[in-house]
């Protein structure tokens, strides 16, 4: 829950549905001077929704991992599932060591926390945050179809399985274009 309402705030900031009282935003390029003199408020949020992420994929066998939650309660939907985890497993170790040494326990000095800074030096923002939504997407509709199933409501069990399926065709396109 945590993650999702992290989610939420951040996704309101960057669309303007939202603006906090408190500290300034990082709008691009014209704000290049002042983003070295000041943290602005939207990038702490998005450092921290990151680390959050983290903890939903983290594959340690005492962790919480989606992904093996998933694949128990749907062993059907593995195809999906697979190439949702397919995004997120490039940046997953980089993403372990950024929570540890940044997003969430912190660093005693700079030399330690440089090695959680990789993360961004190795892969775009863009790539974590598309990540991010499928994950989130994926999420959503197979609790969708549990909840459909279980209503025996058939329509909109086929809402969710094109939800489904679409999010695994995006997961799947993305995965082809990066490695193109």
Request: charged share 25%.
């Amino acid at each position: 829950m945590h993650f999702m309402n992290l989610w939420t705030i951040y996704k309101d900031m960057l669309t303007g549905h939202y603006t906090p009282t408190v500290g300034k935003m990082y709008k691009g390029e014209e704000d290049k001077e002042f983003i070295t003199k000041q943290w602005p408020v939207n990038i702490s949020m998005m450092l921290v929704l990151y680390a959050y992420f983290y903890s939903l994929v983290d594959d340690s066998d005492d962790g919480l991992n989606g992904f093996r939650v998933w694949r128990e309660v749907w062993p059907n939907e593995e195809p999906a599932i697979s190439a949702v985890e397919s995004r997120v497993a490039p940046f997953r170790d980089r993403l372990r060591v950024y929570r540890n040494r940044l997003g969430f326990h912190g660093s005693r000095t700079r030399a330690h926390e440089a090695k959680a800074l990789e993360l961004f030096s190795e892969h775009s923002g863009n790539e974590i945050l598309e990540s991010m939504k499928l994950f989130k997407a994926l999420g959503a509709a197979l609790l969708g179809m549990d909840m459909a199933v279980y209503a025996n409501n058939q329509q909109e069990q086929a809402r969710c399985r094109k939800w489904i399926d679409d999010v695994t065709a995006k997961a799947k396109s993305v995965a082809r274009s990066q490695t193109a």
